[in-house]
């Protein structure tokens, strides 16, 4: 009987060293599902509009002056990007989030998107897979911008941000364009 017990350590031991190695994979998935995530959105973006050129979490559409960022969720004492709390200089950007450092898809210009400034008309949110999502915008530039819901019939001003604004908790019910103007005049489609 004696010599069973050790048998029977040893086998326990083997036991919770297995349970605990079975542990890393799924902690680690855990860990991984944010850039999972990440890497999915970016390849359903490029699927939806090809052209853009991959950097991190980000996709830059070079010839229409927009970046998608996708920022994951975290985990409780993680790093975060420093840019994505708020808009670089001289961009508007825009939040699929009701707060601004909070997970999810940032889209940032750094053009004007104003036909009446004979500039690249409306900036169509469609192309991008966030209309309809914008929670929150921030403008870090001297320009007007506006979320509209349509270019045709009654298109409907959802919300209107001044220059070097921030706006939260925005309605997202049938945004699909934005304005971006130098004169508030402008704005109006």
């Not at 420093?82 to 940032?108: K, W």
């Amino acid at each position: 009987m004696l010599h069973k017990r050790p048998a029977l350590a040893l086998i326990a031991g083997a036991l919770l060293s297995a349970t605990a190695l079975a542990a890393c994979p799924a902690s680690a998935s855990v860990d991984n599902s944010g850039q999972d995530w990440v890497q999915a959105s970016i390849n359903a973006q490029l699927s939806r509009k090809p052209g853009g050129v991959v950097d991190g979490d980000s996709i830059r559409y070079a010839k229409e002056d927009i970046t998608l960022t996708y920022k994951p969720p975290t985990t409780p004492g993680t790093a975060v990007a420093q840019d994505y709390a708020g808009c670089s200089t001289n961009e508007i950007c825009l939040y699929t989030t009701s707060d601004v450092v909070a997970s999810g898809v940032r889209l940032s210009t750094g053009s004007l998107w104003c036909p009446w400034e004979n500039t690249n008309n409306l900036l169509d949110l469609r192309n991008y897979g966030i209309a309809d999502q914008v929670r929150s915008a921030d403008s870090e530039n001297g320009w007007w911008a506006e979320g509209i819901w349509s270019k045709l019939g009654v298109r409907g001003e959802q919300w209107k941000m001044n220059p070097h604004g921030i706006l939260f908790n925005l309605s997202t019910t049938n945004i699909t364009y934005l304005n971006v103007c130098i004169n508030e005049g402008d704005l109006e489609y």
